[in-house]
């Protein structure tokens, strides 16, 4: 089993669209979850850390589930500029190490 | 807040000789930097942790003689790959944390550099 798991997809979406990507990891012990949002060739940018009660930033809402080892990332009136990769980040096991996912690609059509 | 800095962010080589990359944390004192690698089409793998004054931590797989790493002081780590070859061509890009960032995203945040593109012919 991967240690971090992503729908590499991509979506393609009209502008508008509401998009919803999930994550599930392996390593129980992780406590802390994030999401980077990386452009082409270039480096991952944070979009937003994931607390277990459930965060919203404007159009965007991440959601944890311990139990399941499950993360997902909603997004909400995708814009063009929305058209990234999604990368679901693990700080491993507390190590401090983050282990990333392969990425979900999203594509927003207008 | 909390820049890092990656200097060259491209380079190309011939095969044999040694390519030095920077990573420098310009606002804030990086305690621990990180060095991934990402190859076309997949995600960023971790390769090495360095803490300030200690010698870095490999990640399984990485050759330490092969990637130098050092971390003299708490705004800077260099990465040095010795005797380049075409298969060490990738996407490097480093990451830090520390003290006196800022941001809500808690004290495990890294805040990654603009990468540095090398290509080894």
């Known amino acids: 089993r991967k240690e971090v798991e992503q729908d590499p997809g991509p979506f393609n979406v009209p502008e508008g669209a509401t998009v919803a990507f999930n994550c599930t990891y392996s390593n129980s012990a992780s406590q802390s979850f994030f999401w980077y949002r990386q452009d082409c060739r270039k480096e991952p940018k944070l979009l937003m850390s994931?607390?277990?009660s459930g965060n919203e930033d404007g159009r965007f809402t991440a959601q944890l589930n311990r139990a399941s080892q499950y993360i997902s990332l909603l997004i909400r009136d995708s814009k063009l500029s929305d058209s990234a990769t999604y990368l679901c980040?693990?700080?491993?096991?507390?190590?401090?190490?983050?282990?990333f996912g392969q990425g979900t690609t999203l594509q927003v059509k207008p | 807040g909390a820049v890092v800095s990656q200097h060259p962010s491209w380079v190309i080589c011939k095969s044999g000789t040694s390519v030095k990359i920077e990573c420098r944390s310009l606002d804030f004192q990086a305690t621990t930097m990180f060095w991934y690698r990402q190859f076309p089409k997949q995600s960023l793998m971790l390769m090495a942790t360095?803490?300030?004054?200690?010698?870095?931590?490999?990640e399984q797989g990485v050759e330490k003689d092969k990637f130098l790493i050092n971390h003299a002081s708490l705004t800077l780590s260099t990465l040095t790959v010795t005797s380049a070859h075409p298969e060490d061509s990738s996407f490097y890009i480093c990451?830090?944390?520390?003290?006196?960032?800022?941001?809500?995203?808690?004290?495990?945040?890294?805040?990654f550099g603009p990468g540095t593109r090398l290509t080894v012919l």
């Open positions: 980040v693990v700080n491993w096991g507390n190590t401090g190490k983050l282990i």
């Open positions: 994931v607390y277990s």
């Open positions: 990451s830090a944390r520390g003290i006196g960032t800022s941001g809500g995203a808690g004290s495990d945040t890294q805040y």
């Open positions: 360095s803490n300030e004054g200690s010698k870095a931590t490999y």
